[in-house]
């Protein structure tokens, strides 16, 4: 973590002692098999609970301007009509057409569609994992992964009331990010429920407030735009007049008061070194607040029927057909719930299940095999008019829907800009791509000391280190930067092809006008 600058009688205690506390946490979770610690859920044995009914429908076959895949959420049916969407149907394989300028799709339903422009937006979160440990054939009792729940086992719904396991023991396997959205519902429901802890996660009380229905009264259009812009200049380190979110996120930053105003990168090595002071000064027990997602279900740990087990950094020792063991103890269940994450740090084929060939039939997985190469993170160089929406190399906000909404405009607007003057490929210039890469390689070096010496997760590739993991991360200078540059990225596609200067000089002056962008730099690439 490098140098401690306050002294031990400015902070009342030793940062030092501390610093080898964390040290020491950290190590005893280390695993030399790193991201092998664990394997794929066998997602094909378990239901989909959220198909009622499967939908049977014969093969089809289109030409048209523009696919996606993924990124529907829950919200579909709020932008979308129904008969412009393909459900239950996974996208198998992408392959660009040289002569046509098309992407053809193949489906899992023999489906052929030909689109002159794809965005893909899997997410990291695609495929469920559970840890590698020793384990009976079968737990004789009931058990499900988070992301498969059993509303049949438990009652309720997504807005909680589980109304079923009030006579249950549950066991919940982890206390991260994948358990909080379950752990409060579980508390409330069941007779009691053991949760098995390897990394404690940051935990506070989110203080949520009730809506008022004057504050509704009294919203003006652009009011959500105003809002998250609020919230993302206060998490990501810069000051704004006004909380206009309030609640425990925002609490964190202002109330540690480190990070310095919006327009000081959030990545520098002095402002890695105040996350670390901030941490000292909060004496957390564990680790930095800042080595992992904040989870807020403070409250629930304080019920009388919550029983916390500390593996001691180690995970639960084993399932046998009653329970688990950890620590040597056996807990006996009646149902065990797997809260231990998804594929994050595996190649984009294995995670979106995916095939994506380029030109000359490159594959992306092949292109990404040494780590992510990207402009601005969502094109690649050989895969025409192609956006991948993703984390990767991209700029990252908490409320992750604010992101996509920023790289949604924008890709929404380079693809109406070419499709309305008849340019048929888009595609990255190879040095613009190269010096992104680098960009992103160098901002990542500003935080490594302080990310190395996290406890093992994926914020840090289960503590390995390596030059795919610098390749592999996001936006080091934080999202309100990114966005500025996503801004005006449609500036920066401005290398014409095959086409004559005058219309050249054209074309650059109408995108510039558009953004108000005085210094034109090259990016992608187009041809007609």
Not at 15 to 25: G, I, M, N, T
Not at 414 to 422: D, F, Q
Request: negative net charge; hydrophobic residues 35%.
């Amino acid at each position: 973590m490098g140098c401690i600058g306050p002294n031990e009688s400015k902070l009342g205690f030793d940062p030092k002692v501390l610093q080898d506390k964390y040290r020491a946490e950290r190590d005893k979770r280390l695993r030399s098999d790193g991201t092998n610690q664990y394997v794929p859920l066998d997602q094909d044995s378990l239901p989909d609970p959220y198909i009622e009914s499967p939908i049977t429908r014969g093969p089809i076959q289109e030409d048209i301007d523009f696919l996606t895949m993924g990124g529907w959420g829950l919200w579909w049916d709020m932008v979308l009509e129904p008969d412009k969407a393909l459900f239950q149907t996974e996208l198998q394989a992408l392959g660009w057409n040289e002569d046509s300028g098309r992407w053809i799709g193949t489906t899992s339903r023999n489906d052929q569609i030909r689109a002159k422009f794809v965005a893909t937006a899997s997410g990291p979160l695609q495929n469920a994992k559970i840890l590698r440990f020793p384990r009976s054939e079968t737990f004789k009792e009931h058990s499900f992964h988070t992301n498969r729940w059993d509303y049949g086992y438990t009652g309720g719904d997504t807005t909680g009331n589980l109304d079923k396991i009030s006579d249950k023991r549950i066991g919940i396997i982890g206390t991260g990010t994948t358990a909080v959205q379950a752990v409060p519902h579980l508390a409330e429901g069941a007779k009691h429920l053991y949760l098995f802890q390897r990394t404690p996660s940051s935990v506070d009380a989110q203080n949520n407030q009730l809506t008022d229905p004057a504050w509704v009264a009294s919203l003006t259009p652009g009011w959500q735009n105003q809002k998250m812009e609020n919230f993302n200049t206060i998490v990501s380190g810069g000051q704004a007049n006004e909380d206009l979110v309030n609640d425990g996120w925002t609490h964190i930053i202002r109330r540690l008061s480190v990070l310095g105003g919006k327009d000081q990168p959030s990545a520098s090595a002095d402002n890695a070194l105040n996350r670390q002071l901030a941490d000292f000064e909060k004496m957390e027990q564990i680790r930095a607040r800042f080595c992992g997602r904040p989870c807020f279900y403070l409250p629930t740990f304080n019920r009388p029927n919550v029983i916390l087990v500390d593996t001691d950094g180690q995970g639960i020792d084993k399932i046998t057909e009653e329970g688990i063991v950890a620590g040597g103890k056996s807990y006996k269940l009646d149902c065990i719930i797997y809260a231990t994450g998804f594929e994050y740090s595996v190649n984009h084929t294995n995670r979106s299940s995916l095939v994506i060939r380029g030109r000359g039939g490159l594959t992306l997985s092949e292109k990404w095999k040494n780590g992510a190469s990207t402009l601005h993170g969502m094109h690649r160089r050989g895969f025409p008019n192609l956006y991948i929406i993703s984390l990767l190399q991209s700029g990252v906000t908490p409320n992750l829907t604010h992101m996509l909404d920023e790289q949604a405009i924008h890709i929404a607007y380079i693809t109406l800009y070419c499709m309305n003057r008849h340019i048929n490929v888009l595609y990255t210039a190879a040095d613009d791509e190269s010096k992104w890469v680098q960009t992103i390689v160098e901002l990542g070096k500003l935080q490594q000391d302080f990310v190395k010496e996290c406890t093992p997760g994926y914020y840090n590739n289960e503590g390995k280190e390596s030059e795919l993991v610098l390749r592999n991360s996001i936006y080091g200078l934080g999202s309100p930067a990114f966005i500025q540059i996503d801004g005006r990225y449609a500036c920066q596609f401005v290398i014409i092809t095959f086409m004559l200067d005058s219309h050249v000089l054209r074309l650059l002056d109408e995108i510039c006008t558009v953004h108000q962008v005085d210094q034109v730099t090259r990016g992608l690439r187009v041809r007609v």
